[in-house]
């Protein structure tokens, strides 16, 4: 029994046999391909599966890869009827695998990260998967958080300030150089947040909402389970627009298409602009988005400090399965999500991120 980098399974297996997960005896387990934060396992025994997430190894930005806050909030949107997987335990002690980790359900579909995951894909499928993207994240900032135990996750008050707050905090905690439209980005912000009404719609939050974040159905273009919580809060819900907005591409991207760790899968036929998107979402949630370029600069400028995380990880020899090649694409990606954000603040709106 091999145990791949970053979980034990001759530990893990009798903690999961003690919960009734698995049976008493071994277990064999891979590292799921995907994701450069929270690292994520494949555990079987037989004909059962499993999913274990725990933290990266290495450099760990201060707030981030809470397991059991990403448990709490997988319990709570089940709960209230959205396409997550079932949590099934939380392990608080760091002794077993070295940190804490939480396990839950495996569901079977397709995950559309990548052009030969896509390629059967027809026209009339990427259509559907743009507005199912939108209808599903609509239904999740309908959900009422009080209700299905989750009204303590965040403070939406003030939401957007904290989070410029916290990602300058962040960006002087990961960089490996000096950037000065980062700098920039930070200011516009910090001026746009200021200026803005104190009473803001907010919601659930997932924090990384994308289509490389889905399970889809093998059969037909619906959503099975959203994955990585591990972001989730109370907030501006124009955030996870935003965020979608920004990782989706189209074929005459110049700067998305310098972000190379993100496929370019919404390049194909059928997949909506990101103005149809925008339009859809705010017919199905009934949300203002007047203020989505700011929403959609902080989305740019959250991903920019990420990727230089990671690059910071990568150069310490500490991201999991990775090289110096890494390194230079987070480089290349951290530059390229800054422009895009300056585009957008100069007055460009989403169209901006076309360029």
């Known amino acids: 029994m091999t145990s791949p980098e970053g979980l034990d399974l001759a530990a893990v297996g009798p903690w999961l046999a003690a919960r009734g997960l698995v049976d008493a005896g071994p277990v064999e387990g891979v590292r799921l391909a995907g994701g450069l934060s929270n690292v994520t396992y494949l555990v079987t025994q037989g004909d059962r599966s499993l999913v274990i997430r725990r933290p990266p190894l290495g450099h760990v930005m201060p707030t981030a890869h809470d397991m059991g806050r990403e448990f ?21 002690d760091d002794s077993i695998i070295g940190a804490r980790f939480l ?119 619906r959503i099975r389970a959203v994955l990585d919580w591990e972001m989730a809060t109370l907030g501006d819900p124009l955030m996870d627009l935003a965020t979608m907005l920004v990782y989706w591409s189209r074929p005459g991207d110049e700067l998305r298409h310098q972000i190379r760790f993100a496929a370019f899968v919404t390049d194909r036929d059928g997949f909506w602009e990101r103005s ?27 991903l920019a400090v990420i990727m230089e995380s990671i690059r ?5 020899g500490q991201q999991l399965g990775a090289d110096t090649s890494l390194a230079d694409g987070m480089a290349m990606a951290t530059d390229a999500l800054a422009e895009m954000g300056l585009a957008v603040a100069s007055g460009g709106g989403v169209e901006a991120l076309s360029r």
């Open 72 to 92: 709490t909030v997988l319990g709570g949107v089940t709960q209230g009827g959205f396409p997550a997987p079932q949590p099934l335990a939380y392990c608080d």
């Open 103 to 221: 396990v839950m359900e495996y569901v079977d579909g397709r995950i559309i990260s990548s052009d030969a995951a896509a390629e059967h894909l027809s026209g009339a499928d990427a259509s559907a998967l743009s507005a199912e993207l939108i209808d599903v994240l609509a239904s999740l900032h309908a959900i009422d958080a009080r209700a299905v135990g989750l009204g303590d996750l965040g403070r939406p008050e003030g939401f957007l300030a904290r989070q410029v707050a916290r990602w300058a905090q962040q960006w002087e905690l990961s960089k490996t150089r000096e950037l000065p439209a980062i700098d920039d980005l930070l200011a516009w912000l910090g001026a746009r947040v200021e200026a803005l009404p104190g009473d803001l719609p907010w919601s659930i939050v997932h924090g990384d909402y994308r289509l490389d974040n889905a399970i889809i159905d093998p059969s037909e273009p």
């Open 276 to 302: 149809q998107l925008v339009e859809r979402y705010a017919e199905r949630s009934g949300i203002d988005t007047g203020h989505l370029d700011v929403c959609i600069v902080l989305s740019g400028l959250k």
């Open 312 to 316: 910071k990880r990568t150069l310490a």
